[in-house]
């Protein structure tokens, strides 16, 4: 297995302010936990279904027939794509269709100088997430357009809605990279011990 790491760059597309962000992955991660990172520093909250389109073939969770592609877990990122620049597509809430291109920015990444982060680990970004079954782009475009507007009918609605603090502006990327770690502690050894042979990273 090649000992790589990838830098990606996840934008969240249709959507205005744009959304975005850079992070890094060991380049064997299986496409499950590719998007488990995804939905981490996105902000989602993996409440529905996805898949990934990596040239003409889709890549999803337990596919139901070889009409919803393959099972996304048997595959490894660095087996599938290693020209930087390169991009893929990354698809959630089928019903929303929260439409994302992932681009490979560096898929040899080093470390600057002597710092070394865990992986997966989230390099920066803009923006905040849209909240879950928000309505996909145009339904987004309404909640922030009703938020801005006191005198929108629907303006307090989608206050309450939200938890009265969205602020579309705002990304923490502390808070992501807290999330990540958390979530590498969760994860380790989660597969291999229950389904020996499972892949790794």
């Known amino acids: 297995m090649e000992d790589r790491i990838y830098q990606l760059r996840v ?6 302010p744009k959304v975005w962000r850079s992070f890094i992955v060991p380049g064997d991660i299986t496409l499950d936990r590719l998007h488990d990172v995804a939905q981490i520093v996105m902000g989602w909250t993996d409440s529905h279904q996805h898949s990934f389109t990596i040239g003409k073939k889709r890549y999803t969770e337990r596919p139901e027939s ?18 930087n620049g390169r991009t893929f597509d990354y698809w959630y809430d089928f019903g929303d269709d929260w439409m994302h291109e992932i681009t ?6 080093r470390f600057p100088g ?15 997430c849209p909240p879950e ?5 145009p339904g987004y475009e309404q909640f922030l357009a009703a938020l801005a507007d006191p005198g929108d009918p629907q303006h307090e609605e989608y206050k ?3 938890g009265g603090d ?12 807290n999330a990540l770690l ?18 790794k990273w």
């Open 11 to 16: 934008q969240l597309l249709h959507v205005k």
């Open 66 to 83: 070889s009409r919803d592609g393959d099972e996304e877990g048997r595959h490894r990122l660095v087996n599938l794509i290693k020209k």
């Open 104 to 109: 490979v920015e560096n898929s040899k990444y």
């Open 114 to 128: 002597e710092v070394e982060f865990p992986l997966p680990w989230c390099l920066g970004g803009e923006n905040a």
């Open 133 to 137: 079954d928000v309505g996909g782009p």
């Open 160 to 162: 309450i809605w939200s």
């Open 166 to 177: 969205f602020h579309p502006g705002i990304f923490n990327m502390d808070e992501v990279n």
């Open 182 to 199: 958390m979530y590498r502690r969760w994860s380790r050894g989660r597969y291999e011990d229950f389904f020996p042979g499972y892949p």
